[in-house]
């Protein structure tokens, strides 16, 4: 038993009672509660929240207890009343121990870096052959996989709030099965663990923009759900696969939350989790020489510290079975171009490149790399992607967690500026 309990309605707390404080919910209906073993759930989300601490306290009988303490024994129970789960959190970061999975990634040392200036106490799951040399060595450091339950597991244990980062994120694989076995074994192996794992309170998981599907025509919020009449890439189909899995586990009593950010951009590692830092770096070297199809494609741009941002305030203030959309600007890949051209005071590219082409390219690229093992930067898949649109509101996350995502001008900038300064590109 921890030394300090906390319990957030509706969450879970380790023994089978909940509370109610006058004022609070005088009425609670009995098909408010759920019961899942010890554990207990009861009904939307409430205002209030109650820390009982156990401390030092006189003998029987003592009489020095304060107002709102029970003298019982030796030990004096105290309570505190927070107004929210903001307040709380604030008051508990200096305890808190915190895992996340992805750590290795653009997103997950992000928001690593972000709870350890916040004061929270960091655990993290990577496998071994991991590059974490860019992780602090605060951190605490498990080896494993996602896709091993036992490894899972031991990392969740004392564990109050996990962060669900880990995917494997790629538009194509020689082996598509990897896609299942991590992104929706792995989403399998961790809330099985956190049902198993007593500590856990609250379960962030992210998934993605392309988990609900494209959105020709028009703006989608978090009630779309995706048509699964076709999937652009084995990646998408993946996600959509764990999204079911997790809206199924938020309807049975998993305290979770899910996060939809959407095409993730900013200074930092320049790898597949973050597209748009590649795209720019060939079009500034010359391999890029044209827009890529003629600007019919929309996507929502995120900003990495505006969905870092997003994270921690999902934690402090995220509904439990809520989802929430981190996404950004709307915007065409032919409309990054052109600002991109503006902010470094270039030339816009001046032609076209057919989709069509680009899908030839694609397949040379995936026949290539079955050779090399190398994976290609663009493949079919990513020009099946880029023949709709994907854009989203954030206007919930903005509503219910303070979201404030920076204009996609101001966060291109800042990218623009790293990857000169980090001689991946000229201007």
């Not at 929210?84 to 290795?104: H, N, P, Y």
């Not at 993605?208 to 999937?231: C, I, M, R, W």
Request: glycine fraction near 10%.
């Amino acid at each position: 038993m921890p030394h300090c309990m906390a319990v957030i309605e509706p969450q879970y707390t380790a023994s089978g009672n909940v509370e109610v404080l006058p004022g609070v919910d005088d009425a609670v209906e009995e098909d408010d509660v759920q019961r899942l073993g010890e554990r207990v759930l009861r009904g939307p989300l409430q205002k209030m929240v109650v820390l009982r601490e156990t401390v030092s306290g006189g003998g029987a009988g003592s009489s020095d207890s304060g107002e709102g303490a029970e003298v019982i024994g030796k030990s004096k129970k105290t309570e505190r009343v927070f107004q929210d789960q903001t307040e709380f959190f604030r008051a508990e970061s200096g305890t808190m121990k915190i895992l996340v999975t992805g750590a290795s990634g653009f997103l997950g040392g992000r928001l690593c870096d972000a709870l350890l200036r916040q004061g929270y106490s960091v655990r993290v799951l990577v496998r071994s052959t991991s590059d974490i040399s860019s992780l602090s060595p605060d951190i605490e450091i498990f080896h494993g996989d996602i896709t091993d339950y036992a490894s899972i597991l031991a990392a969740c244990s004392s564990c109050t709030i996990v962060f669900h980062l880990a995917a494997l994120v790629e538009p194509w694989l020689p082996d598509p099965s990897k896609f299942f076995s991590v992104n929706v074994g792995g989403l399998k192996n961790v809330l099985a663990a956190v049902m198993e794992t007593r500590t856990v309170e609250k379960l962030l998981y992210t998934s993605s923009f392309f988990a609900l599907g494209p959105t020709d025509g028009g703006v989608a919020y978090e009630n779309q759900v995706h048509h699964e009449k076709y999937f652009c890439t084995e990646y998408e189909k993946s996600k959509v696969a764990a999204d079911k899995i997790a809206l199924q586990a938020a309807s049975e009593g998993m305290p979770i939350v899910l996060l939809y950010p959407g095409v993730i951009y900013g200074p930092g590692k320049v790898t597949a989790g973050n597209i748009v830092a590649r795209m720019l770096v060939e079009r500034f070297s010359g391999r890029l020489p044209g827009y890529v199809g003629y600007g019919s494609d929309k996507f929502s741009f995120s900003h990495v510290e505006d969905v870092v941002e997003g994270h921690i305030s999902a934690m402090k203030k995220g509904k439990v079975g809520s989802r929430y959309l981190l996404t950004g600007e709307n915007a065409s890949l032919k409309h990054v171009f052109d600002m991109a051209a503006v902010i470094t005071d270039t030339k816009k590219p001046v032609f076209s490149i057919p989709l069509w082409m680009v899908e030839v390219y694609g397949w040379l690229s995936v026949l290539f790399s079955r050779i090399t093992g190398k994976l290609p930067f663009i493949s079919p898949p990513t020009v099946h992607v880029l023949r709709h649109r994907w854009e989203y509101s954030c206007e919930k996350a903005k509503s219910e967690l303070d979201y404030t995502p920076r204009s996609l001008k101001e966060g291109l900038a800042e990218v623009l500026l790293w990857l000169k300064n980090s001689k991946f590109i000229k201007y």
